[in-house]
């Protein structure tokens, strides 16, 4: 347990010091269908991986890195079952059972059979999924990573190839064969659909969609208070800025790409050559800058300077513009509020940009370029569009919930923005946009500005017209028998950050390019939450010269939030939940911190992540602070945590609940579960004060993270990404 830490405390630190890599996790995202597991007693979790730590403590300067502790199963007590019985009974009685899933396949029938017989449309035939080592993907690139495009295609293509010979045969056109999801686009009349849907290689028959920037024009902010909002100015006044940590080549920048969505004729555009895109030697730091096309194979060629202004070239200046260095001769100097104004949130990261056709592109188009993206390596991947609106828990256009999926197990951070479906409206109903319910990526809402022009953040924000959508989208989950499933809802909101933008940038020639115009919504949310991506991997790098993995940075992001929710459009906030997440903010406003010392207003602090294997019926604890007052006498203030799973198929979701108790000095838990999360949602989070901890734990005890899988099949398993941390710092 975590109280033996100071005996350990030398070989920890040595251990880790000397290689960082064993303090981060490197595995691949496990199977939901694994091996049949039994209910022993006492077990340990099993080691997927080294978790890692970073501790401050006991007056000593902070930033002592330590082994994480070990996380224990076993059965829950009569006590625990009880608390969580009279906790959810009264919910899951009001619930009506699961309703019978439409597939995609059936959706798409009722699409095509509302069109006219004979005109052409774009459909995506799914096949079964053939197994693939996606994890070999990470940590490579160039020739090693097109090695293993490669491979894959010509695996698939022994399944595939015979469906394309039969659609020949059928005078179909534009068939495309993709290798990110085993899937074959085709342009046929509307009226072979039914046909299509009877063959037997098929899995699932799925159509396209349009896709929608989420975003418009409106007052905005500036550079310097976006980044002041999510606390990003603390890595970048450190010098973490996004110039290393590439997954592949760790050395390198880290690679963050965009994937356009519909908006302006010229939205397949970028200019690659505005100075805020250019490195301190004048050089683009555009690696990728393509249009995709739906209509041929991998079809992504390179494309010119816009004229004017463009919804991702905001976007993009958002995530990662940066003239800090005096790229722009109009604004000389070195990092001053000037530049900082016209700067994005991960200003030294590689660029990569993938449009989608101007005004006519699809989702089938989104999943080329998504496919483009993967092959080429980018290790965060930014989406500031949907298709679509309140989706179910079957939803899927154009193969893109197999293709995210696939994203996620090759290692990429995958970042969608919510939606932009409330206006001054409340709405209670999700009206999230597909598919950024998915759990494998991170979505992000947009709200009122954080920042005051004074300094600081407001005690009262709002969200922001325009800027926002609803979650809590319908999802069937698992009862305790692990059989039946019943409809619930999923809150998949991961983050809220600044939804406005100011000094945005724009294009017309070589001789007139600048910062202008405002816009508002979740499109520019999304970018602050990928940027943040960047600098959080870019920082671990040059801390510890290794990266994290993207799970790992996932769960990060979740936990670095401070748990704020609204009741209202404007009521500012109705206050921090300190267990559980909210349908509008998901887990809060995100809140950055650096994992050094130095960032830390004293020792008393921690940090952790790890990924846990979990079993039907059982639940798991582990340690989460030490002493909450030290030796130098430090108290906690803050305590978060977060962690999130895979779910493939959402009409199958396992329901797992996280409680946090207070521990006193002698080892004995004192109060049981006073914050929690017991919901059906994947994403869970607790955000605790040092008002909330029972005053048996103080000044000595400690807190304990107490995970119970309520409702899951008896012979699988779910893989728990988990991160957390506390401090003893005034304010977050």
């Not at 959810?88 to 095509?112: D, F, Y």
């Not at 799925?206 to 989420?214: A, N």
């Not at 290692?411 to 409206?425: H, K, L, M, R, Y």
């Not at 079993?615 to 030490?626: I, L, V």
Request: charged share 10%.
């Amino acid at each position: 347990m975590r109280r033996n830490w100071q005996i350990a405390r030398a070989s920890a630190t040595l251990v880790c010091l000397l290689g960082l890599a064993a303090c981060e996790a490197n595995i691949a995202p496990q199977s939901n269908e694994n091996s049949a597991t039994t209910s022993a007693a006492i077990s340990v979790v099993p080691a997927l991986d080294t978790p890692g730590a970073i501790q401050g403590i006991g007056g000593a300067p902070g930033g002592t890195i330590s082994l994480s502790p070990t996380v224990v199963g076993r059965k829950p007590t009569a006590a625990e079952q009880a608390q969580t019985a009279a906790s959810k009974g009264a919910r899951i009685a009001r619930l009506s059972p699961a309703p019978a899933a439409t597939s995609p396949t059936t959706e798409t029938l009722g699409w095509a059979a509302a069109k006219d017989p004979n005109e052409l449309v774009t459909l995506t035939l799914v096949l079964p999924e053939r197994p693939f080592a996606w994890d070999s993907f990470r940590g490579t690139s160039g020739t090693a990573r097109s090695a293993l495009v490669q491979n894959r295609q010509a695996d698939l293509s022994t399944v595939q190839q015979p469906v394309i010979n039969r659609l020949l045969g059928l005078s179909a056109s534009e068939i495309s064969p993709r290798w990110l999801a085993n899937a074959i686009d085709v342009r046929v009349p509307a009226k072979l659909a039914a046909t299509l849907a009877t063959w037997p290689e098929i899995a699932l028959l799925e159509h396209d969609v349009p896709t929608v920037s989420q975003g418009t024009s409106g007052d905005g902010y500036y550079g310097g208070d976006r980044r002041t909002s999510i606390e990003a100015q603390r890595f970048i006044g450190d010098g973490y800025v996004g110039s290393y940590g590439d997954g592949a080549s760790e050395g390198s920048p880290v690679r963050i790409g965009n994937v356009a969505g519909c908006n302006a004729s010229n939205n397949d555009l970028i200019p690659e050559n505005h100075p805020g895109f250019k490195n301190t030697s004048g050089a683009t730091r555009f690696y990728q800058d393509n249009v995709c096309s739906a209509t041929v194979y991998n079809s992504c060629s390179a494309a010119g300077n816009p004229t004017g202004q463009t919804h991702d070239t905001v976007v993009m200046g958002v995530m990662a513009g940066g003239i800090e260095n005096g790229q722009d001769p109009n604004y000389p100097g070195s990092h001053t509020s000037a530049q900082a104004d016209r700067s994005g949130i991960a200003p030294g990261s590689q660029l990569e940009y993938y449009g989608t056709g101007g005004a006519t592109c699809t989702t089938t188009a989104a999943a080329i370029a998504m496919q483009a993206a993967v092959g080429a390596g980018v290790d965060i991947l930014n989406n500031s569009w949907n298709a679509g609106t309140n989706p179910g828990p079957s939803t899927d256009y154009s193969a893109l919930n197999e293709q995210i999926q696939n994203a996620f197990a090759a290692g990429v951070v995958v970042v969608f923005s919510a939606g932009d479906s409330n206006g001054t409206t409340f709405s209670t109903t999700c009206n999230q946009g597909y598919p950024s319910n998915r759990p494998e990526v991170l979505s992000a809402n947009g709200m009122d500005t954080v920042y005051t022009g004074t300094g600081g953040l407001q005690s009262n924000p709002t969200l922001l017209a325009g800027a926002w959508a609803t979650s809590g989208c319908t999802i069937d989950a698992y009862a305790a028998n692990g059989t039946t499933t019943y409809a619930t809802t999923s809150n998949s909101v991961a983050a809220v950050a600044d939804g406005q933008v100011g000094l945005s940038y724009y294009w017309n020639s070589t001789t007139s390019y600048g910062y202008s115009g405002n816009w508002v919504g979740s499109s520019f949310a999304a970018p602050m939450v990928a940027g943040a991506a960047g600098l959080l991997q870019s920082a671990w790098y040059q801390i510890g010269g290794t990266t994290f993995t993207n799970y790992t940075v996932m769960s990060n992001l979740m936990m670095l939030t401070d748990g704020y929710s609204f009741g209202s459009y404007s009521d500012g906030g109705t206050g921090r939940l300190s267990g559980g997440t909210s349908q509008y903010s998901g887990t809060g406003r995100l809140q950055l911190h650096v994992p050094v010392y130095t960032d830390f207003s004293n020792s008393n602090w921690g940090w952790e992540w790890t990924a846990a294997q979990v079993t039907p019926g059982q639940t798991y604890t582990y340690q989460a602070t030490y002493p909450l007052t030290d030796s130098s006498g430090d108290v906690v203030q803050h305590f978060r945590t977060a962690f999130f799973w895979q779910e493939k198929d959402l009409t199958k979701v396992a329901d797992i609940d996280l409680y946090i108790d207070a521990v006193n000095s002698s080892g004995t838990v004192c109060s049981s579960a006073f914050a929690y999360q017991d919901d059906e949602s994947i994403i869970n989070a607790v955000h605790v004060l040092h008002a909330d901890i029972p005053t048996c734990a103080l000044p000595y005890g400690w807190l304990q993270v107490r995970i119970n899988v309520y409702g899951m099949p008896a012979n699988q398993t779910r893989t728990l990404y988990i991160s957390d941390s506390f401090d003893s710092d005034s304010g977050y």
